[in-house]
């Protein structure tokens, strides 16, 4: 196999370095804004345990445990099929100086099968196309793997890997919100959804969704995020988007 060309990357202002491939799927700004949508961890006895499927090269992962890097007892874990991007994972981990909290299982995430325990908090970043929808990513490991599974099944084989009041966070395109609630249906509740807009007067064009298990309270929509002031280029953004971008400040639901 030929050797995988990568680059390396500066995130969160330089407080998280990520080697990714240079090509097929990378890190943007959903990884981090997903970082920064989990809810607060609540001090417990026992160990947190947090899960991201599907981590790629634990960029979120990664993103997450370094924003929580002042709350003890929490445990992180990528699990990642491909294992070019499994062992990126792990060398990220290993360098951003955090293999004392957060580990690389490579597996097949969506496997209902596969043992890995139950979790306090699950979050990931699910493909956004399936089979014929979309233009499919260069990396063909990535896009074989991607396409393979709705939103629908994720939802489904995490939400039974999830500890009593445990929370799911995803982030998605807005036009699937209607099927990411279906799947939450019966599965968990409290739902809470917060849009993100590229500007104050665009459509939002992505949601990220956030879910809890055992919770009977009703659907919440929050205001959102506008990424860009109006009328500005893609690489300007609004204070809020730029302190979270940057880890210095979390996403808000309330």
Same mark, same amino acid.
């Given at each position: 196999?030929?050797?995988?060309?990568?680059?390396?990357?500066?995130?969160?202002?330089?407080?998280?370095?990520? &080697? %990714?491939?240079?090509?097929? +799927?990378?890190?943007?700004?959903?990884?981090?804004?997903?970082?920064?949508?989990?809810?607060?961890?609540?001090?417990?006895?026992? &160990? #947190?345990?947090?899960?991201?499927?599907?981590?790629?090269?634990?960029?979120?992962?990664?993103?997450?445990?370094?924003?929580?890097?002042?709350?003890?007892?929490?445990?992180?874990?990528?699990?990642? $099929?491909?294992?070019? +991007?499994?062992?990126?994972?792990?060398?990220?981990?290993? $360098?951003?100086?955090? /293999?004392?909290?957060?580990?690389?299982?490579?597996?097949?995430?969506?496997?209902?099968?596969?043992? !890995?325990?139950?979790?306090?908090?699950? !979050?990931?970043?699910?493909? +956004?196309? #399936?089979?014929?929808?979309?233009?499919?990513?260069?990396?063909? $490991?990535?896009?074989?793997?991607?396409?393979? %599974?709705?939103?629908?099944?994720?939802?489904?084989?995490?939400?039974? &890997?999830?500890?009593? &009041?445990?929370?799911?966070?995803?982030?998605?395109?807005?036009? $699937?919100?209607?099927?990411?609630?279906?799947?939450? @249906?019966?599965?968990?509740?409290?739902?809470?959804?917060?849009?993100?807009?590229?500007?104050?007067?665009?459509?939002?064009?992505?949601?990220?969704?956030?879910?809890?298990?055992?919770?009977?309270?009703?659907?919440?929509? !929050?205001?959102?995020?506008?990424?860009?002031?109006?009328? /500005?280029?893609?690489?300007?953004?609004?204070?809020?988007? @730029?302190?979270?971008?940057?880890?210095? /400040?979390?996403? %808000? !639901?309330?």
């Amino acid at each position: 196999m030929a050797e995988t060309e990568t680059t390396d990357d500066a995130l969160l202002g330089g407080r998280l370095r990520i &080697r %990714q491939p240079a090509r097929g +799927y990378r890190v943007n700004v959903d990884t981090l804004l997903l970082a920064a949508s989990l809810p607060p961890f609540r001090a417990r006895r026992d &160990r #947190t345990r947090v899960a991201e499927p599907c981590c790629g090269v634990a960029a979120a992962l990664l993103a997450a445990a370094i924003s929580y890097d002042r709350v003890g007892e929490v445990e992180f874990v990528g699990i990642e $099929r491909e294992p070019v +991007y499994a062992a990126l994972a792990r060398e990220n981990v290993q $360098r951003n100086g955090q /293999a004392h909290r957060a580990c690389i299982i490579e597996a097949d995430a969506l496997d209902p099968q596969a043992d !890995f325990g139950v979790f306090d908090c699950v !979050f990931f970043n699910p493909p +956004y196309d #399936t089979v014929g929808e979309g233009r499919p990513p260069r990396d063909d $490991r990535r896009a074989a793997y991607v396409s393979e %599974q709705p939103v629908a099944e994720w939802i489904k084989v995490w939400s039974n &890997r999830m500890t009593a &009041r445990a929370s799911m966070t995803l982030i998605h395109r807005a036009h $699937r919100l209607s099927e990411i609630l279906a799947a939450l @249906d019966g599965r968990l509740g409290g739902v809470e959804v917060f849009p993100i807009r590229p500007a104050a007067t665009a459509k939002a064009h992505r949601v990220i969704v956030r879910a809890w298990k055992g919770s009977r309270a009703p659907l919440t929509l !929050f205001a959102g995020l506008d990424l860009h002031p109006d009328g /500005a280029s893609g690489d300007k953004y609004t204070p809020q988007a @730029d302190a979270i971008l940057r880890g210095e /400040a979390r996403i %808000q !639901f309330g």
